[in-house]
């Protein structure tokens, strides 16, 4: 009765794991990585929010902006409108890492797409 109740238990526990792992995934939205490699790049369009940003200079004095991309029309028409900027780096010695920007657990929000724009810099975004 004892080696019974033992087992019934063991597999009581592996099925309370197995359901507890997924309502846990169906729970969690996964996080998205988008790469710019030395070029402008759309990364995706839509509403979302951006968590991390790091990347790698391709050459001296790289550097790389991030816009929501509904405001990237006027960007290039005001360039000094510094509204318009997600965030910004850069590095200026050639092949060393542009540190990592990590906007935390509440992200910054962008409403219709993220667009980089660089050609000196290789940039990967996390966003969900």
Do not use: C, W
Request: no cysteine.
């Amino acid at each position: 009765m004892r080696k019974i109740s033992t087992i019934f238990l063991i597999v009581l526990v592996g099925f309370g794991l197995m359901f507890s792992a997924q309502a846990e995934s169906a729970r969690t939205i996964p996080m998205k990585t988008g790469i710019a490699l030395h070029t402008n790049t759309l990364i995706v369009t839509g509403s979302g929010t951006l968590y991390k940003v790091v990347g790698r200079a391709t050459s001296a004095q790289a550097s790389y902006i991030i816009y929501d991309k509904a405001t990237l029309a006027e960007a290039i028409t005001h360039p000094t409108a510094e509204t318009n900027i997600l965030t910004e780096g850069g590095e200026a010695t050639q092949y060393d890492p542009i540190l990592l920007n990590d906007f935390g657990d509440e992200g910054i929000p962008f409403t219709s797409g993220l667009v980089i724009v660089t050609t000196t810099a290789d940039v990967v975004v996390h966003y969900k």
